[in-house]
């Protein structure tokens, strides 16, 4: 099996730094801070201009890494994805073994039973002797 490559310390940092603003600015809180930030021309009408660079640049800023820490995500959920397909299989493999070994269990009950009933079968069908000689005695 392949072992997996190694990520160089700084692509760790990366992908936390990433995922961590990627979790922050897709908060409630972070929704709530960029209206009162995109209504704040409204009080203070002079510093539109100066809001509106600092709307761009935060755009400009946080759409690469939302779409960087998004496909971490993902790829850190599509990797549980497969651990789970591989311990769901696992589990299915050995309930199919147990299974397996239930019916052969029950085919051997089966015939047993099926042997007793012959067999009673046959000594309920056995003629009765009438003789009552052994009470003449």
Known sequence: MKEPPRE?????????????????????????????????????????????????????????????????????SEKRAKEDHTTIRREFDLLKEVNGSHRAALAEITDGIRELVARSRAVTDAPVSTDDGALKG
């Open 8 to 76: 160089s310390f700084m692509s760790k940092i990366n992908d936390v730094l990433a995922m961590r603003i990627t979790m922050l600015v897709g908060s409630i809180w972070a929704f709530y801070a960029f209206v009162i930030f995109g209504l704040t021309p409204i009080l203070w009408p002079e510093y539109e201009t100066q809001i509106l660079y600092w709307s761009n640049f935060l755009q400009l800023i946080f759409l690469p890494v939302i779409t960087v820490g998004t496909a971490i995500l993902n790829r850190d």
